[in-house]
């Protein structure tokens, strides 16, 4: 049997460890410690890696090597192909999984299944799942710097927060609870990944808003750091259950495209969360274990290669 792993290479050397310096991002790291974890672990398989960074839209080098976000052989994307076959696996970092359509680049005919981390709903308006099916495998943080952060400060001492704060580009949701609800900070201003792990790190209590997909990376930043995270239902599910007011402190809003009652949604549960620390204690520390449990690069990995059945790309 033979497999190629199509992905944009993180590293000069795919079988080596130096990064680019622009790719330090978490799914190209573990697409390329996957497929190495697999050579490893599968020595009776032929198994070949393809930079995904030089091909056009059609999977040739040549031409326009232009990417929009939902190609077929863009950043977002991890697949995992029989050549011989041409059945194959999708495993999608993208915000919008419903942009992944039949049409010049997507034979989806041909694939098998689908394994998908964020962006499964079907509008940004209030966030209801699409109707796709897929496997659920985790999240990350996005950046590889974030995550050895994280583990630098988590245990930090933290304080209550006196307000909710966000920082992220306001649009949607975001930009009408930045104009419109003036008892949540949001900032705009873009900063390093580090210095915005240790703006956050103080706090017992952060929040998630909605955004381009249901989940940003900030829902694992927050319970990577060990903090009470406050933000809406999550849809979107995983290989091991983010269970609402367990691992975090789930809106109490139904209808997500209500946006003023959303955020006086957050309001309510952080005021809820101020006067009650040993429920902040007891969301903070089941957060965090679910996080070293799946959001960690090397438990990404783990959860990926245990669901991935190669058998089915015969």
């Given at each position: 049997?033979?497999?190629?792993?199509?992905?944009?290479?993180?590293?000069?050397?795919?079988?080596?460890?130096?990064?680019?310096?622009?790719?330090?991002?978490?799914?190209?790291?573990?697409?390329?410690?996957?497929?190495?974890?697999?050579?490893?672990?599968?020595?009776?398989?032929?198994?070949?890696?393809?930079?995904?960074?030089?091909?056009?839209?059609?999977?040739?080098?040549?031409?326009?090597?232009?990417?929009?976000?939902?190609?077929?052989?863009?950043?977002?994307?991890?697949?995992?192909?029989?050549?011989?076959?041409?059945?194959?696996?999708?495993?999608?970092?993208?915000?919008?999984?419903?942009?992944?359509?039949?049409?010049?680049?997507?034979?989806?005919?041909?694939?098998?299944?689908?394994?998908?981390?964020?962006?499964?709903?079907?509008?940004?308006?209030?966030?209801?799942?699409?109707?796709?099916?897929?496997?659920?495998?985790?999240?990350?943080?996005?950046?590889?710097?974030?995550?050895?952060?994280?583990?630098?400060?988590?245990?930090?001492?933290?304080?209550?927060?006196?307000?909710?704060?966000?920082?992220?580009?306001?649009?949607?949701?975001?930009?009408?609870?930045?104009?419109?609800?003036?008892?949540?900070?949001?900032?705009?201003?873009?900063?390093?990944?580090?210095?915005?792990?240790?703006?956050?790190?103080?706090?017992?209590?952060?929040?998630?808003?909605?955004?381009?997909?249901?989940?940003?990376?900030?829902?694992?930043?927050?319970?990577?750091?060990?903090?009470?995270?406050?933000r809406p239902k999550i849809n979107v599910k995983y290989h091991n259950e983010l269970i609402p007011d367990y691992h975090y402190a789930a809106l109490k809003c139904n209808d997500l495209g209500d946006w003023k009652a959303v955020g006086d949604a957050y309001i309510e549960r952080f005021e809820d969360l101020?006067?009650?620390?040993?429920?902040?204690?007891?969301?903070?520390?089941?957060?965090?274990?679910?996080?070293?449990?799946?959001?960690?690069?090397?438990?990404?990995?783990?959860?990926?290669?245990?669901?991935?059945?190669?058998?089915?790309?015969?």
């Open positions: 049997m033979r497999l190629n792993f199509y992905f944009e290479w993180p590293f000069y050397d795919v079988e080596g460890e130096q990064l680019f310096p622009t790719s330090n991002y978490t799914h190209l790291i573990t697409s390329a410690k996957l497929y190495k974890l697999c050579k490893e672990t599968y020595p009776e398989i032929e198994i070949k890696a393809i930079n995904t960074y030089p091909l056009n839209w059609h999977g040739e080098i040549g031409g326009n090597p232009y990417h929009c976000p939902a190609c077929k052989f863009s950043h977002f994307f991890l697949i995992i192909e029989n050549p011989d076959t041409k059945k194959y696996f999708l495993v999608s970092y993208w915000d919008k999984l419903r942009e992944v359509t039949s049409g010049t680049f997507w034979d989806l005919e041909n694939c098998v299944e689908i394994f998908s981390s964020v962006g499964v709903q079907a509008n940004e308006i209030n966030f209801e799942s699409i109707n796709v099916p897929y496997t659920p495998i985790s999240g990350m943080s996005l950046y590889k710097q974030t995550e050895a952060r994280i583990e630098e400060v988590f245990r930090n001492p933290k304080i209550t927060p006196e307000n909710l704060f966000f920082r992220g580009v306001a649009y949607g949701i975001r930009d009408y609870l930045n104009k419109n609800e003036k008892r949540i900070y949001i900032d705009e201003t873009k900063i390093s990944s580090e210095a915005f792990i240790d703006e956050i790190a103080p706090y017992s209590i952060n929040i998630d808003i909605n955004g381009a997909a249901e989940v940003s990376c900030r829902t694992f930043d927050a319970m990577g750091l060990q903090s009470a995270l406050i101020k006067k009650d620390p040993e429920l902040v204690k007891f969301l903070s520390e089941n957060g965090r274990k679910w996080y070293e449990e799946n959001a960690t690069m090397n438990a990404h990995i783990n959860i990926l290669k245990k669901l991935l059945d190669f058998n089915k790309l015969k």
